[in-house]
C-alpha cells in the first residue's frame, strides 16, 4: 500500500492514468459537439447565410474542467484509496485477548466489540492464533488459540455479565494454563479490584502485556434506603476528578399499568468526591409503586437499583376486641403491636367496616371473638382474596363459643373450652419455654431466645389436621401458632395475648422477626446472615449486565444464607429474589461497596479505546465522478440547445427526481380526484361486470347518451365513469347502468348494503339483461336468472310494467315505446301506489313522490347509445331508416331516463297546473 | 414481404382495397364535420349581384326600351299604366373559385407535438370555404387535381376526399392552376417557402386570364420565431435541402429579416396583379383565417 497523508492506495500504479488527463484535455478540446439534426422548412431562407465566428463552438473550458475531474475521479477511485489504512501490529506468536466483562464495561460495550474485533483481525492479518478469555465467564479448560476469524464470529455473542471475576475461579483457570506463551491484551473495565494482580504476575510470566481501558466513567447506584419518610438516593463513581451531575428516575407501573418513570432526581457529585447522595419525598402511594431507580441513560447494571420490601411500607389495620381500658397503655392489646410495626408499616385504626374498603395487607384482630354476620363475610371475602388476617387470643377468645364445636371460618383450629394457665400462681408446673421451629415452618431458622416463656394460652383441638397447621409450638409440643390457608389468604392464630399478660413473646425480638417472616411487617435494612437462616428463595427476576430485568427461568432456589453473602455468580445473579410473601432485592452494589480506579504498573503500556476506523474511498470518489458527468451531460445538452423551453423544463424535473425520488402518488388521492370529477359534473356511471366488452359498451353506450344529452338538453354530463360496487362510493353518481352479465361476480355483503343505502337516498339504476330479442322479462334466459340472483338481496320496491301514464312516458319526449337494440315491450319500474286514481278530466293518474329506484329491462339499450371516438354509432340497429328511427327513440328513452332521475317527478307536478292556476284565479 | 409482387398487387385490389377505402373514408366525416363547423360560424347572407341580369329574384319594373323583345314585357304590370314594363331579375350569375392547396412535404411541418401541421389547417381552411362557397352557390374545385370547378354538396364530398391524400414528394410546392377558368377567382394556400419563381409565373399566368384572388401564407409560430441555438444542421422536410450551422442562435435575425422579405415581396406581387395577400399561424385561430378568406373573396368578386 501506498501512502499519501492519511491515505493510502491499493492500486496506486493506476494514479499513472493521471498523466493521460492532459492530453485528453487537448482531444476534447479540439471536438466540438455534436450538431443536431432538425427538420425545418425555413431552411430554404437560410441557404447562403455563414457563420460569424467559425470557432465559437469548441467545447468551453468549464466544460472541459468538468470532464477532467469526473476523469480524474473515476482514475483516483479505482486506484482504491483508503482513509487511516490499518498498518500492522508487530509480534508473533500467540494472542490472548483478556476481557473483563463485567457490569462496568457495558455501557459503552459496543465500542469494547469493536475494538476486540479489531485487535483480533489484526492478529489474523499477521497470522497469530488467538484465544478470548472473559474473566466473569472462564472457560474450563486453558485457552482454545484458534484463526482469528473463528473468534471475529464469536465477538457478537458475547455480553457483560453483572457480577465480578470470580478470584477462586481465576486461580483453578491460572493454574490449568500450564507453562503456554503468549501475549496478553487486557480490555479492563477500569476498577481496581484484589484479583487483578496476580492474574497481571501470571500473564507477564507468559509473554508481553498490554492493557486498554477507556471509555465512560464507571457509575453506580447503591441500594436505596427509606428513612425518616424520604428515600434516600446515594451514587458512586471511579473517577473522582470532576463535577459531574446524574439524573436518576424512579421507575415503575403506573395505574394504567404501564411502565413509566415516575419521580426524577439528580445526584450532584461534587468534585474529588467519590459518592453523592440526595433524598426524594415520595407520597406513599407512588413509593409502593416504584419498582426500580436507574441511573438515566447509563446503561449498566450497577445503574440500576431494584426496590423490595425495604422500601414497600404495608398497610396494617390493627383492630382490638377492647378498648375500654383507658390509662393502661402496657396493658392495651394493641399496645406491643404497635410497638412493633409503627417503623415499618402504616397503621390503619378504625372500624372493620370501614378499613375493608381500604384493603389493607394484612388486619391483626387482638383478641376479637364473635363478628357481626356482615363484618364476618365481609372479611371472608377479604381473606379469600389475598388478604392475610393474625389473629391473638385473649380472655375473650377464651370465654366465647367461637370454633368450639364447629371449625369457625376465620380461625385456623378448632380451640378446647378454657385454655390452659402454666406456671401461674394457681397451677402447677413451669411456664413453658418454645420449642425450636421446625422445618417447613416460616419461621424456620430463627433463634428462639430463652426468655420467652408462656404462661396462658388457649388450647387446639387435636384435629386431624391440626399437625399441618402448626407453625410453632411451645417446648411440651402445644401449639403456639397455627396457620390455615383460605382461598388465596390465609389465618394466623396466636394462641397467646399480643400483651405481655399471657407470656413475654411480645416483649422478645422474636416477635418483630415473626411478624416479619409473616411479612405482616416489613425490614428496614438489607437481611443480615441469620435473618434469612434457613429459609430458600428463588429469582422472581434477574438484571443482566446492561442493567436490563430478565425473567428469571431455570435458576435453582437459593438458600438465604447464600444470598446474604452476596456473592454472585452464574447460579445467582443479582435481581429479586421471593421467598413466600416476602422480596428481597438483591443489587449490584452494596452499601459500603466503593468504587475505586484500576492502578496499573507502569511497565505496562495502557492504550485508549478509541480505533482510527479504516475507511475504504473508493465508493464516494467513484460515486462524485458519476455526478461529475451527470452533471457534465445536462452541461452539454444546454450548451448544444436541446435543453430550450419545455425539452429543458422535462430534463430539470428528471434531474430533480433522480436527486430525490418522489413520493408515491397515493391511492387515496386518487380516490379524492375522482370524488371531486364525480361531484363536480353530473357523470353517468355503469357498473363494471369483469367482462372487458361489456363495460367497453357501457362506457361507449353512456359516452353516447351523454352526447345525446349535451346537444339535446341543458344537462351536460362529463364522460362517464366505470364504477367498481366493491371499492368505489356510489353516492356521487345519480344514475348507474348495470349490464348484466352471466359470469358477474355476485357482488359482497358490504357492496349490497352500499347499493343498498344509494337505491334508499334516490339513485337509480338500470338493470339491461340485454336478451330483449330472445325473451320477455322474467323468462327462463340466463342473464335473466342472473338478474334475479344479483337483485336478490336488493331493497327493491314491488315492480310493474311501465304503465302508460308513467312520468318517464314525457319527461322530456313524449314516449310510449322504449326501444334499444331490441324492441321489446317488457320495462319493470316502481309500481304505483295502490290507490293512485285518475281524476277525472286528467290525462294520468296522480303519481307524484318519488323516482323509480330501478329500471329493468332488456332492450340492451347501450348498444343503441354506444359511439366512438369520432362520434359516428357502434353498432347497427334494426334496418335501414326505420332503424335509424329506433335508435333515436332509444337515445330518446335515455335522454327521458335521465331527466326523470334529475328532475324526479316534475313532469307528473304539471297535473296540478289546471288546479293551481284555478285557485290562484280565485 | 416474402409474398410475390402479384399475390400482393391482387390482395390490394381484393378486400384490401376495401379497408383501405374505409379508413379513408372514416376520416372524412369528421374533416368534413369539422369545415361544415367552422363555416357554420360565418354568417351567410343573399348573395346578389345588385344588378339586373340572369337570375331567379325580382329585382325591378322598368319601362319598355328601345330592343326589348315583346315576350319579354310584364303584362300584368302593364296593365296597371299606360306604359309596357318589363320585369327584370337580379343576376344570379356563379363564380368559379379555384382553390389550390401546397401539398408538399414542407407543409407537414408542425413545430410543436401539439399543433396540428401547416397542412391539415390549409386543408381545413380550404374546405371549410368551399363549404361556404358552394353554400353560396358557387362552384369550387380544387387546382390540384385539376378537375373543373362544380358546385353541390357531391362536390364537397369529393374535394374533401381530395383533401385528405398523403402529402406528395416534393419538398417546395409550386401553385399549379391546369384549366383556370377565366375572370374565376383564385385562392392559394401555402407557405411559400420554395422558390419564388413558380408562384411568381403562376400568378402572371392568372392575372392574363383575368383571374383575380387571394395569397394566403401559412406558417408555424416556430418558423416566425426560430427558436434555435447551438450546432445544428437543418434540413428541408424531404431531406433535399440542408443547411449546417455552429451557432443557430446567431442566424436568428438574419433569417427572420428574409422571411420578412419574403412576405413583403409576396405582397407586393398580389398588390401588382391585384390579388390578396395575408399570413396566417397555425397556432392562431383557424375562424379569423377563414373569415379573411370569405371577406377577401368578396371583395374581388
Known sequence: ???????????????????????????????????????????????????????????????????????????????????????????????????????????????????????????????????????????????????????????????????????????????GLGDARFDTVWLSDGLARASRAPLLEALEARGDVRVIEGGRPALGLAPVLYEDGEVKLSGLRAITASEAEVAVSAIGLD????????????????????????????????????????????????????????????????????????????????????????????????????????????????????????????????????????????PRLASSEVSRTELDPLMPVRLREGGRSVGGAMSWGEPRALRPFAEGSPFYGLEVPQEVTVQSQVMAQPDPELGERVIAALADGTPLVTRRGIGAGQVVLFHVTANAEWSTLPLSGLFVQMLERLAVSTRPASPSAEDLAGTTWTADAVLDGFGELQPAETLPGVPGERLASRAFGPDMPPGLYTGGDRRIALNVLAADDVLEPAAWPARIPVEGLAIARETRLAGPVLALALLLLAADLVASLWLSGRLRGGQGGAVALLALALMAPAPPASAQEADEARALLATTEVVLAHVVTGDQSIDRLAQAGLTGLGEALYTRTSVEPAQPMAVNLETDELAFYPFLYWPVTEGQPIPSAEAYSRLNRYLRSGGMILFDTRDGDIGGFGSATPTGRKLQQLAGPLDIPPLEPLPQDHVLTRTFYLLQDFPGRYTSRDVWVEAAPADAEKVEGMPFRNLNDGVTPVVIGGNDWASAWAVDASGMPLYPVGRGFAGERQRELALRFGVNLVMHVLTGNYKSDQVHVPALLDRLGQ | MSQPPAAT???????????????????????????????????????????SGMGDEFWQYRPIAQGDEAREIDWRRSARSDVHFIRQKEWQAAQSVVIWVDGSRSM??????????????????????????????????????????????????????????????????????????????????????????????????????????????????????????????????????????????????????????????????????????????????????????????????
Open chain 1, 1 to 175: 500500500m501506498w501512502m499519501l497523508g492519511p491515505i493510502g492506495f491499493t492500486a496506486p500504479l493506476l494514479l499513472l492514468g493521471l498523466i493521460a488527463l492532459p492530453i485528453l484535455w487537448i482531444i476534447l478540446r479540439a471536438v466540438p459537439p455534436a450538431p443536431i439534426r432538425r427538420r425545418f422548412p425555413g431552411v430554404a431562407l437560410l441557404l447562403g447565410l455563414t457563420d460569424d465566428e467559425t470557432q465559437t463552438d469548441r467545447t468551453p473550458w468549464w466544460l472541459l474542467l468538468l470532464r477532467m475531474l469526473a476523469a480524474a475521479a473515476v482514475i483516483v477511485g479505482f486506484a482504491g484509496p483508503v482513509l487511516n489504512p490499518q498498518v500492522e501490529e508487530t509480534g508473533s506468536g500467540p494472542l490472548l485477548a483478556v476481557v473483563d466483562a463485567t457490569w462496568a464495561d457495558a455501557p459503552d460495550w459496543s465500542r469494547r466489540q469493536d475494538r476486540l474485533a479489531a485487535l483480533i483481525e489484526e492478529a489474523g492479518r499477521s497470522g497469530r492464533p488467538v484465544a478470548l478469555v472473559q474473566l466473569t465467564d472462564l472457560p474450563p479448560g486453558p485457552p482454545e488459540f484458534l484463526s482469528a476469524d473463528r473468534w471475529v464470529s464469536r465477538i457478537a455473542g458475547l455480553a457483560p455479565q453483572p457480577w465480578e471475576p470470580d478470584p477462586e475461579a481465576q486461580e483453578a483457570w491460572l493454574a
Open chain 1, 255 to 394: 395505574p394504567a399499568g404501564t411502565e413509566r418513570a415516575l419521580a426524577a432526581a439528580t445526584l450532584t457529585f461534587e468534585a474529588g468526591a467519590a459518592g453523592a447522595e440526595t433524598a426524594l419525598a415520595l407520597p406513599h402511594e407512588l413509593r409502593n409503586r416504584v419498582t426500580r431507580f436507574e441511573i438515566a441513560g447509563h446503561r449498566s447494571a450497577a445503574a440500576v437499583s431494584l426496590t423490595d420490601d425495604s422500601l414497600r411500607r404495608r398497610e396494617v389495620a390493627l383492630i382490638a376486641g377492647r378498648d375500654d381500658r383507658e390509662g393502661l397503655e402496657l396493658l392495651s392489646p394493641l399496645h406491643y403491636l404497635e410497638q412493633a410495626l409503627a417503623p415499618t408499616a402504616e397503621l390503619l385504626h378504625g372500624g372493620l367496616t370501614d378499613i375493608l374498603p381500604a384493603n389493607p395487607d394484612a388486619i391483626i384482630l387482638a383478641d376479637v371473638a364473635q363478628l357481626a354476620p356482615a363484618e364476618q363475610a365481609a372479611l371472608t371475602e377479604w381473606v379469600e382474596e389475598g388478604g392475610l388476617l393474625v389473629r391473638f387470643a385473649g
Open chain 2, 9 to 51: 398487387q391482387s390482395a390490394q385490389a381484393g378486400p384490401q382495397l376495401r379497408t383501405r377505402a374505409e379508413g379513408l373514408a372514416s376520416a372524412l366525416p369528421p374533416l368534413l364535420a369539422q369545415a361544415e363547423h367552422l363555416a357554420s360560424t360565418v354568417l351567410l347572407g343573399s348573395h346578389g349581384r345588385r344588378r
Open chain 2, 108 to 301: 407537414g411541418f408542425s413545430g410543436d407535438r401539439n399543433r396540428a401541421a401547416k397542412s391539415d389547417r390549409a386543408r381545413l381552411l380550404a374546405l371549410a370555404l368551399s363549404v361556404l362557397l358552394v353554400r353560396a352557390g358557387e362552384r369550387v374545385g380544387l387546382a390540384n387535381t385539376g378537375a373543373p370547378p362544380r358546385g353541390g354538396q357531391l362536390q364537397l364530398v369529393r374535394l374533401a376526399e381530395a383533401l385528405t391524400g398523403e402529402l406528395s414528394e416534393e419538398d417546395y410546392g409550386t401553385p399549379e392552376t391546369p384549366g383556370l377558368p377565366a375572370h374565376a377567382r383564385a385562392v392559394f394556400l401555402s407557405d411559400f417557402m420554395g422558390d419564388i419563381a413558380g408562384v411568381e409565373a403562376a400568378l402572371a399566368k392568372a392575372a392574363d386570364r383575368g383571374v383575380r384572388g387571394a395569397l394566403f401564407q401559412i406558417l408555424d409560430p416556430v418558423e416566425e420565431t426560430f427558436p434555435f441555438d447551438g450546432r445544428t444542421i437543418f434540413e428541408s422536410m424531404g431531406g433535399t435541402l440542408s443547411h449546417e450551422t455552429l451557432k443557430a442562435g446567431e442566424l436568428k435575425e438574419r433569417y427572420l429579416q428574409r422571411l420578412a422579405e419574403r412576405k413583403d415581396r409576396l405582397e407586393h406581387l398580389a398588390r401588382v396583379s391585384g390579388w390578396l395577400y395575408d399570413c396566417h399561424h397555425t397556432g392562431d385561430s383557424a375562424q379569423s383565417a377563414l373569415l379573411w378568406l370569405y371577406a377577401a373573396l368578396e371583395r374581388s368578386r
